[in-house]
């Protein structure tokens, strides 16, 4: 896992979105980081730095000239153990000295004094956000390497409506994530499928299935994460959309037969994990059905299959499909293997402990269609996504080998 272990530094500037940066340190310290936070001036007058240092368990950093902190922390020390440094909230004026190089705080000075990646989330007032000065400096700092995440549009502190609002905790998470990640899949288009869709019965009622679209976002954040460009097509769920990947939005199995066969022209790999429903209500009635008109039955036809199409004008790219099962997990999967003309195909008993729809975590086997398998042990969905594309890393680089999967003995 790139937190594990890993040294972040989080700096804080001065501004009401202070708050939001106490569970940004909590998430990386949930998630294995060691966190170093170096606050400014301004920063201590929205939130003290007890708070970081308790969420951290790690002294905090305020002042280049206190001698304890000089020799305990040491700014040079922080700079060089520093794996990856975000600051949020990052201040209009923090990006302009960032941009100008000028180092007269503590915060300051570490940022010029390191060399580890540099993730910014902005935070001010919209006018601020759009004003020409600030524009160029992000630029700049875009242009020397930095990774911007946000600002995110809304309702700002300041009383104003627009876009300034601190990313979320979450998608700055993401985005250290993804500054530490190697980036193997950088070059490869990755096309997506997650959810449940929807068939309506009419305007009120509808067949559906249990996906919450858990496993395909995770592929698709974690796609994104190790470089690829990645559009995800998402049938109905509750999650939000991950940061930096297309999102394409449908609601039925024809919707999504579109959006995917549009996406999947540019696209060099395509993981199906969508639950899409086999078959529709052939008549969807135009009115809500009563409850006295008694329906003896509801007759249904078949969606077009989305896999199958694709696996007519193949190409190079790697289809890569599921097969949520709940008997005969491996005889089934490798079947819809065959029958799809899949590369590889990712067999999922939805009754195994732990591998639930909506769960975190996933009990699955990979087959390829080399016939070679692995039996993978329970794992997180996130984890479970990176042995799908640590495979589409071995297949795409071994030119001409086929890539093989250890034998399950
Ligand atoms: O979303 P979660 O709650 O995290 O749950 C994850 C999951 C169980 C939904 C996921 O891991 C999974 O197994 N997805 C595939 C579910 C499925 O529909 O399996 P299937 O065996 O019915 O379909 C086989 C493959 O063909 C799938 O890749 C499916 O996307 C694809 N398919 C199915 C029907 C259809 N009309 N067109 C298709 O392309």
């Given at each position: 896992m790139p937190l594990d272990g890993r040294t972040v530094v989080v700096g804080v500037s001065g501004g009401i979105a202070c708050y939001k940066a106490c569970e940004l340190v909590r998430l990386l310290v949930g998630a294995g980081a060691r966190v170093r936070a170096v606050m400014t001036a301004a920063a201590q007058r929205f939130v003290t730095p007890l708070t970081f240092q308790t969420l951290a368990g790690q002294p905090v950093a305020t002042d280049t000239f206190d001698l304890t902190q000089e020799s305990e922390i040491g700014h040079i020390r922080l700079a060089d153990e520093a794996d990856a440094v975000a600051i949020a909230p990052a201040t209009a004026n923090v990006i302009a000295k960032l941009a100008a190089g000028i180092a007269d705080d503590l915060l300051t000075t570490v940022l010029l004094a390191t060399r580890a990646p540099l993730v910014l989330a902005p935070a001010m007032n919209v006018h601020m956000w759009e004003h020409p000065t600030v524009q160029e400096n992000v630029a700049r700092l875009v242009a020397r390497g930095a990774r911007v995440v946000g600002p995110a549009s809304g309702?700002?502190?300041?009383g104003y409506e627009g876009t300034g609002r601190l990313a979320s905790p979450e998608d700055v998470v993401e985005e250290i994530r993804h500054v530490l990640t190697p980036q193997d899949l950088a070059g490869e288009r990755v096309l997506v499928s997650a959810g449940a869709t929807q068939e309506p019965i009419d305007p009120v009622r509808y067949l559906s299935n249990r996906s919450s679209g858990k496993m395909g976002f995770a592929v698709a954040r974690v796609a994104r994460r190790r470089g690829a460009d990645v559009t995800l097509v998402v049938g109905t769920t509750a999650l939000t959309p991950p940061a930096g990947v297309h999102t394409v939005q449908v609601t039925t199995g024809e919707e999504m037969a579109r959006a995917v066969q549009a996406a999947a022209a540019s696209a060099t790999v395509v993981v199906m994990a969508a639950a899409v429903a086999d078959y529709r209500p052939r008549h969807p009635s135009e009115h809500k059905v009563k409850k006295s008109a008694r329906p003896a039955a509801l007759e249904l036809e078949p969606n077009p299959d989305i896999l199958r199409r694709l696996a007519t004008r193949k190409g190079r790219r790697v289809l890569i499909g599921f097969a949520a099962e709940t008997e005969h997990v491996v005889r089934e999967a490798r079947r819809k293997l065959a029958e799809k003309r899949l590369d590889l195909i990712v067999g999922n008993d939805v009754t195994a402990p732990g591998a639930a729809f909506g769960g975190d975590t996933n009990v699955v086997h990979l087959i390829d269609a080399a016939g070679e398998e692995q039996a993978l042990p329970l794992l997180s969905k996130e984890e479970v996504a990176d042995r799908i594309l640590d495979w589409v890393v071995a297949h795409r680089s071994a030119a001409t080998r086929r890539p093989t999967l250890r034998r399950v003995r």
């Open positions: 309702s700002l502190a300041c």
